[in-house]
């Protein structure tokens, strides 16, 4: 396992269009999470899976994105009828839910690399 | 609503003085606390958590309620502290599982 797996790692992609994220977390992992970086900011959260339920989805996520955990394995994060403000990065981070004994590493998150999206 | 304030963007300062991130925190409860680190062309990563009181490559950080604050310190800098840092917040322990991010702090040590 090599950890936090993300695909592509860079997208250009022209306005209107249609683009898909993948995102493989660490296999033990239960919980796999997506956020957004802008240049400058601090990643934001956009929408969080335990195994393959969504659990929780920002504000932020407008109806053009949409993401799944078919498997409660991987992760896909669609964005359609992209605008330029989609342009940023896009993480994915993994966790091992459980009950939090400081130490053991639960509830810490994993993140990959990212997604950088430009969008013309 | 919680909210993550790093008031610095950027901190210079030079090998072997001490360093101070600082980070305050708007939340009325009782948060989980963390500092994740970006080095150079690498992902992100957890440094260290509040409540696991450990120090990590000579960081400590205290949470302090009084003060809404978890600041970031080493007593010696070194050049390969050099990086990106980010403070962040988790709603409770056992509550809400995503974490909030500041703005981060880009640290350079000079020579």
């Known amino acids: 396992d090599t950890g936090v797996s993300q695909d592509p790692r860079h997208k250009i992609t022209k306005r209107g269009q249609n683009v898909t994220f993948r995102c493989d977390p660490i296999?033990?992992?239960?919980?796999l999470y997506w956020y957004r970086q802008t240049l400058g900011q601090g990643p934001e959260f956009l929408t969080y899976f335990q195994n393959e339920a969504q659990l929780e989805k920002s504000r932020l996520l407008s109806d053009r994105f949409s993401a799944e955990r078919p498997k409660g394995s991987f992760s896909t994060l669609e964005i359609q009828r992209t605008e330029q403000g989609d342009s940023a990065m896009y993480l994915c981070?993994?966790?091992?839910?459980?009950?939090?004994?400081?130490?053991?590493?639960?509830?810490?998150?994993?993140f990959g690399a990212g997604s950088r999206l430009t969008v013309l | 609503a919680q909210r993550v304030t790093q008031p610095e963007k950027l901190l210079s300062v030079f090998k072997g003085a001490p360093v101070e991130l600082k980070c305050n925190y708007s939340?009325?409860?009782?948060?989980?606390l963390f500092w994740y680190v970006q080095y150079s062309r690498q992902r992100l990563q957890l440094l260290l958590r509040?409540?696991s009181r450990e120090s990590i490559k000579g960081f400590t950080a205290d949470l302090n309620k009084g003060e809404t604050s978890f600041h970031l310190k080493k007593p010696f800098a070194q050049e390969e502290d050099s990086a990106m840092y980010y403070c962040a917040l988790r709603p409770g322990i056992q509550g809400a599982q995503k974490l909030v991010f500041g703005q981060g702090t880009r640290l350079t040590i000079n020579p």
């Open positions: 509040h409540i």
């Open positions: 939340y009325s409860g009782s948060p989980e």
């Open positions: 296999s033990e992992h239960n919980r």
């Open positions: 981070a993994s966790s091992k839910w459980g009950w939090d004994r400081g130490s053991s590493g639960a509830n810490v998150l994993t």
